[in-house]
C-alpha cells in the first residue's frame, strides 16, 4: 500500500542553495533495509552504478534518474549506516541534500518511534529537504507491527510529503519511493 498525501499542502522545498548533481540520503536505524533499499533502486532496471565507499563510514550510490518527461538528474546517495560514531561526519552531507528517505522497519516497531528523532536531527538544517517516510519490508505481512494509518498520519504530523511501503525483497514501490521526492527541476539532461 502506497499513501501519498497532502503534497499539494506541504510548501515546495528551497532548493535555491542546491547544485545539481541533487544529493539524496537514506536515513534510518540499523538493519532497517536502508543499504538493501538503495542497492535495489541502484542496481534497478534504468541502469546505475553502485560504489561503496566505507572509509567515511557510508555507502556511495550514484545513479541518473528520470525526474521528468524531458530531463534527468544525477542523485547521489548516501547510506549513512545510522550509526551514532557516524553523526559528525554525516550531519555536513544532510545540509545540502535535497531529499531524504527515511526508513524504518514495517516488523519493528522501535524502529518507527525513532522516526522522530531522525527527522528532528536532519530538519533542523536552515534548509530543510524534502522527506518521504518509508516503511519497509512490506513483504513480512505476517510480522507486520505499524499499521499503513499510522504511519501515514505521523508523515502528515512532520510534514513529509509521502508515506510508501517498500520491499527490496519483492522489489516492490522501490522506484515509487525515490521519484515522490519533489526534487529540483532537473538542470542537466
Ligand atoms: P541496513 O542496516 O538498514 O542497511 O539494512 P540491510 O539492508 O543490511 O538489511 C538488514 C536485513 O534486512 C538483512 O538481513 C536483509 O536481508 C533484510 N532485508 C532488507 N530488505 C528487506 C526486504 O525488503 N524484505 C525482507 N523480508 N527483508 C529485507
Redesign the pocket.
Known sequence: MVWVGRDHLVPAPDFSHLRSPFRVIVL?????????????FAEGPAGGVATPCPTVGV?FYSRTVPLSPTGRAKLQLW?T??QERFRSITRSFYRSAAGVLL?F?L?NRASFERVPEWHREVGGDPHPPAFVLVG?????VAERAVSAEEAGHLATTLGMVAFVE?????N?NVELAFQTLPLPAPLRA
Open positions: 534510518g536505524d540499523a538493519a532497517v533495509g536502508k543499504s538493501s533499499l538503495l542497492r535495489c555507502e547510506d549506516a545510522g526508513v522497519d516488523t519497509h519490508k512490506c513483504d513480512l517498500t520491499s527490496a525483497r519483492s516492490l
